[in-house]
């Protein structure tokens, strides 16, 4: 069975200051994994996925995130927070084997971004 | 332009009623799912229909009734609405059943009073 795990269900980070948000995931098969972001009353937008390619991803807004099997890991970043970062971040899995579509979500962190 | 489409985007309706959520996408995708966000936000996928078909049906109480009458369209039938029912119900779609890169729309806030 897959899961995620999100590390700190709140991050609170000053503008300019690096953002890490961490995701960990347990998966069987080798897994896509995904970010997605939540603004206030909004839904999702992906952010970045990673589907096996290059292990370093860049997505929108300036967020990366990087895939280490290592460790089942699959942390965000992004180096300098701007104040329109501020929202909910999802890390996500899903089995390119099983091929259902399914996504299976963490819990969720919110970030704040302090002036 | 919306590429993902909800309506309505609030419901408030009382214990024991039925409801229903629409949902169209204009994206040309194959695949269509409802997921459930709960008040502390987490969410769950609840069904996924891929060209009509149903392919994902979690554990759902069989008061929800998803029904695909085109590949564009998934509406979201609840019957007998119960207080546990309140939640935020997110459409989405993806290209296929193999790329899982959905695209959401903006919600229904269901309040059940």
């Known amino acids: 069975a897959q899961s995620v795990t999100q590390l700190g269900s709140h991050v609170s980070v000053s503008e300019g200051a690096l953002v890490l948000l961490r995701c960990n995931y347990s998966s069987s098969v080798p897994p896509y994994l995904f970010w997605y972001v939540q603004y206030p009353n909004q839904g999702l937008q992906l952010l970045l996925k990673y589907t096996s390619a290059a292990t370093l991803v860049k997505g929108i807004n300036g967020f990366e995130a990087e895939f280490k099997k290592s460790e089942t890991s699959f942390h965000l970043t992004k180096p300098s927070a701007h104040m329109s970062d501020a929202a909910e971040y999802f890390c996500?899995?899903?089995?390119?084997?099983?091929?259902?579509?399914?996504?299976?979500f963490g819990q969720g962190t919110t970030l704040q971004v302090k002036p | 332009d919306t590429a993902v489409s909800q309506t309505p985007k609030y419901l408030v309706t009382q214990m024991g009623n039925d409801k229903s959520i629409k949902c169209e996408q204009n994206?040309?995708?194959?695949?269509m799912y409802w997921y459930k966000q709960d008040s502390k936000k987490f969410l769950k996928i609840m069904f996924s229909?891929?060209?009509?078909?149903?392919?994902i049906n979690e554990t759902v109480p069989n008061r929800f009734s998803p029904k695909s009458p085109d590949k564009a369209h998934l509406n979201l039938h609840i019957n007998s609405l119960e207080l546990g029912d309140s939640a935020v119900y997110f459409c989405a779609s993806s290209q296929e059943v193999g790329n899982t890169e959905a695209f959401f729309g903006q919600g229904t806030r269901l309040t059940v009073v």
């Open positions: 996500a899995v899903s089995s390119p084997r099983i091929n259902t579509g399914k996504l299976i």
């Open positions: 229909y891929n060209n009509k078909e149903l392919i």
């Open positions: 994206l040309g995708h194959d695949t």
